[in-house]
């Protein structure tokens, strides 16, 4: 892979000014021990926590690290209730937390946490669109509104107030998808183990059938080209705040159509029409961020394996290992530096196309080639952003709305400036795919990012690609 050697680093400059970010920075831990030394040794009489109603105060417990009785130094102490709010915001169940240290004597505080819990049940209309990014389904595909999935989804993100996570989804559309899952985060009395299990059947009557020049090509048909049913099981592993594991097993059956194979004899390799298998999965999570939606500071690692195929049907059988890890810098004055750089690789070199590995999906995208998606066995791609907080504000709205988790908008806005850099290796004999395989490739640009509650981001991104095209782009997630 000498080609492949490039180092992944970057070169970023300079951006212009703005306000402190409201939305996982605010309400600092309040303490009147300035007035005492920060060596002082105190001792936590009582931790209270008030403000909750449906969520259990033992699962508010599980992410503290702060317990009655506890003694410890007075910067100790600021350290952990800084982390403890941390952690208790990046359960997504709280729209804020504030935590403050009352004084009951020079050698004895207690600690009062309020939180405000969030809207939990949401019916939420589904109107998606079925393509990989905003920018395939406008300029790839023209704006096609055959190609939106709409339907209904009904989730509930803490279930008996215990952050279980019940999910309903009948859609229609583009896809038909009809989903049932489940997620228990602790079942046992030391709330380390969890359990999730899932299940989802889905039907097209439009599916990608081949990539040339790294463009998708679909299919349409008045007949069912592709039915997939899914299903699984996942052990999750929790032994401290920061870090988990996952352990899952999972099934897949998916048939398509005599014409899928006439089009593309490699579509499941050799001309067959259906592909199942068994697979088992593990993740390791390390995660340390500040904010897990649009993180300014901290870092964040993951390791992912997957081998699907377990020898009890003979349809496939490939692992693929993919490994991230970022970090987040707070820069002062207003200004942050986030980097991240994933790899991902994957064997046989021999693979279906309905299982090939690809940049151009999720967070595994490159800034300046969202039009495109770059197939390749092995892949390694670094994003990197300088960003410039410009405002930061809380709008009220309880006049017009009554209910109090969304009484209060929070808004913030940067600007960045991007870059990011990557090379794939391609698949052996697939000359379609080559424009942007086996090189060095980058792209980069400016962009706005607006960040409101629920985990809302919305970004637009000028950039520009190593072939010198330009282009504003849409996304609606953090890049990394």
């Known amino acids: 892979m000498t080609r492949a050697s490039y180092t992944i680093g970057l070169v970023i400059v300079l951006l212009l000014a703005g306000n402190d970010f409201v939305q996982a920075q605010q309400n600092e831990p309040q303490s009147s021990s300035a007035v005492f030394n920060s060596n002082d040794t105190i001792q936590i009489d009582k931790v209270f926590i008030i403000g909750y109603k449906k969520t259990k105060e033992q699962i508010i417990r599980r992410e503290l690290s702060v317990f009655d009785g506890q003694v410890l130094t007075r910067e100790e102490l600021e350290e952990i209730i800084k982390a403890d709010k941390r952690k208790l915001i990046n359960t997504k169940l709280f729209l804020s937390v504030e935590i403050n240290i009352v004084e009951l004597s020079v050698e004895k505080v207690d600690i009062i946490i309020r939180v405000s819990e969030r809207w939990y049940f949401f019916p939420i209309p589904i109107f998606n669109l079925a393509d990989r990014n905003f920018t395939e389904w ?67 009557k439009n599916i990608s059938l081949e990539t040339i020049g790294h463009r998708q090509q679909f299919m349409d048909s008045e007949i069912q080209l592709r039915d997939r049913w899914r299903g699984g099981i996942s052990l999750g592993y929790r032994p401290n705040f920061y870090s988990s594991h996952s352990f899952g097993l999972h099934y897949s059956s998916v048939t398509v159509s005599d014409s899928v194979v006439l089009e593309n004899s490699n579509y499941f390799l050799s001309g067959a029409k259906n592909q199942t298998y068994l697979a088992l999965s593990y993740a390791f999570v390390w995660d340390f961020r500040d904010f897990v939606s649009y993180p300014l500071t901290g870092a964040y690692f993951r390791v992912a394996a997957d081998k699907i195929g377990l020898g009890i049907y003979n349809d496939v059988d490939i692992l693929k290992v993919n490994v991230r890890y970022s970090r987040y810098f707070d820069l002062g004055k207003k200004f942050y530096f986030g980097s991240s750089i994933t790899g991902n690789v994957s064997s046989p070199s021999k ?91 980058y792209g980069g640009g400016v962009g706005i990012d607006i960040i409101s509650f629920y985990d809302f981001v919305m970004r637009w991104e000028y950039s520009m690609n190593i072939e010198g095209e330009k282009a504003l782009y849409f996304n609606l997630f953090a890049p990394f």
Do not use: C
């Open 138 to 204: 406008w300029v790839n595909q023209n704006a096609d509104l055959s190609r939106v999935d709409w339907g209904i989804k009904l989730r509930h993100f803490n279930f008996r107030g215990r952050r279980e996570v019940l999910d309903l989804t009948a859609q229609f559309g583009y896809t038909k998808l009809f989903r049932l899952s489940y997620q228990f985060p602790y079942i046992n009395k030391n709330q380390k183990l969890g359990l999730s299990f899932y299940g989802d059947y889905a039907t097209n």
């Open 351 to 441: 693979q279906p196309y309905y299982n090939y590995s690809s940049v151009g999906y999720a967070r595994d995208f490159l800034r300046g080639y969202e039009r495109y998606i770059i197939e390749g066995q092995h892949y390694a791609i670094n994003k990197n952003s300088l960003k410039r907080l410009l405002f930061s504000f809380e709008t009220d709205v309880s006049d017009v709305m009554k209910i109090k988790q969304f009484a209060k908008i929070p808004f913030s806005a940067y600007l960045s400036l991007n870059f990011d850099q990557g090379y794939v290796i391609n698949y052996p004999g697939y000359p379609e795919n080559s424009l942007f395989t086996d090189k060095y490739i």
